[in-house]
């Protein structure tokens, strides 16, 4: 209700619902339940209050920008709705600061013609390379991340037998850990400001390299004409700057989260995604994350450095919340 007020309408009848079905209890341990709850809640909006969130944007990069640096994407030029999100004060972390990555690679560089010719190739709409299941797999990620993952873990939940204490800390450590890696993405994203493929190959002979070679009709897979089993968007290359892939930092702190809470990586679990609308099963936690950092450069909307690197950054999130929360209370 404080954070999304516009939605009583719907969330009251589904709470007094819920609450009414609970059963009473002589020691009033219901209406205690209920006190808690109310408590919690008010005292986390109060810690949050002017955190960042809606706050200022980043200021707009000069136009006309340079090569390298990201500009609004085709087919809708559509500017960032959330760029705040890098500004927003951080849940587990000190600072942003310490999550910023090592940066996209120089455009004259090597490295760069490399990962810039993968995603050409095998992030092409047209592309004769890349593979019907990694096609799935590319549209099977971009199911909104925050809801797939949670599906995930309520899974696991279930199948791992976890009780309503570990249940709890298990979502409460996945969530801090992603909310802090998309922050420092978000900041990291508008410190580079680093361009998507799209542009960069459509206009690859500004960027000074010889070995990258400019296709002016260029376009990816996660294009509109790519079909999808729903009625939700199209898809379309996302509207913020290339560097760190965003997916890849929120699910490296998932993975490596599900990693540390377990402790181990050898567990099993499949997943049902509402874009692709297939089922795609896993034998490893780290398989997912592995796929995820694959499937952004199939989708042709990120080069691989940026998937790696927010790989990075989502670990370190992860790392930290390990080591300084949630720790055994004696």
């Known amino acids: 209700m404080g954070l999304f007020p516009a939605q009583l309408g719907t969330l009251q009848p589904q709470y007094d619902a819920y609450i009414a079905a609970l059963p009473d209890s002589p020691r009033g341990s219901k209406a205690a339940g209920i006190a808690i709850g109310e408590a919690t809640a008010s005292a986390m909006l109060t810690a949050r209050m002017n955190d960042g969130r809606f706050g200022p944007t980043p200021t707009p ?11 609004p994407t085709p087919p809708n030029f559509l500017s960032d709705p959330a760029a705040w999100v890098g500004n927003v004060l951080p849940f ?29 190739e095998l992030g092409s709409l047209t592309s004769t390379t890349r593979t019907p299941d990694q096609t799935d797999a590319a549209i099977f990620w971009q199911d909104q991340a925050m809801a797939l993952w949670n599906r995930i873990f309520r899974t696991l939940a279930a199948n791992q037998n976890l009780n309503i204490v570990d249940s709890a800390r298990l979502f409460a450590m996945e969530n801090l850990a992603a909310a802090d890696a998309l922050i420092g993405c978000w900041n990291d994203k508008y410190y580079y400001w680093f361009w998507r493929p799209i542009t960069a190959i459509r206009e690859a002979d ?63 679990f499949s997943a049902f995604s509402n874009k692709s609308c297939t089922t795609r099963t896993y034998g ?38 390990k080591k300084h929360y949630f720790q055994p209370v004696r």
């Open 284 to 321: 490893r936690f780290s398989d997912a994350l592995q796929e995820v950092i694959d499937a952004r450069v199939w989708a042709g909307i990120h080069f691989r450095t940026a998937d790696m690197q927010g790989s990075v950054l989502g670990k370190k999130v992860a790392q930290y919340l």
């Open 92 to 120: 587990i972390v000190p600072n942003v600061q310490m999550l910023r990555t090592d940066g996209p690679n120089a455009l004259t560089s090597a490295e760069y013609a490399e990962d810039f010719n993968e995603v050409k």
């Open 206 to 268: 500004t960027d000074g390299n010889p070995a990258t070679e400019a296709d002016p009709t260029w376009l990816p897979l996660f294009d509109p004409s790519t079909p999808v089993c729903t009625t939700l968007a199209p898809l379309f290359t996302p509207p913020f700057p290339d560097h760190p892939s965003g997916h890849c930092c929120a699910t490296s702190a998932f993975v490596n989260t599900l990693q540390n809470f377990f402790g181990t990586d050898k567990i099993a």
């Open 61 to 71: 990069y000069p136009s006309p920008a340079p090569p390298g640096i990201w500009r």
